[in-house]
């Protein structure tokens, strides 16, 4: 197979998710719905939406590093804990 054909292949795929990994193709806003008439790789109708957009993936995000530490928390709560029990009970 010459090289040119595995470019061919390759080069629409790159392009498509370019901007930062959406898909091409989806004209509504992610937030509110509205379609969007832009047309560039654009996700939300208007600067309040990017805002809110922006906002909820912060707030997930943080969400999810709260459940996380609270995880290792516990486990080191509970390492700790059988270490005192082991301690005052050697047997
Ligand atoms: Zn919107």
Known sequence: ???DDTMLHVRPRAVQTAAD???VGSRAC???G???TGRESQQTCSD???ARRWRMRQAR???HRDNELRVLA???RQAIEALERRLEDPT
Do not use: I, K, S
């Open 61 to 63: 995000r943080g969400h």
């Open 1 to 3: 197979m010459p090289p």
């Open 34 to 36: 509205t379609a969007l």
């Open 21 to 23: 990994g959406t898909v």
């Open 48 to 50: 309040r939406c990017r």
């Open 74 to 76: 516990l486990a080191a």
């Open 30 to 32: 992610e937030v509110c």
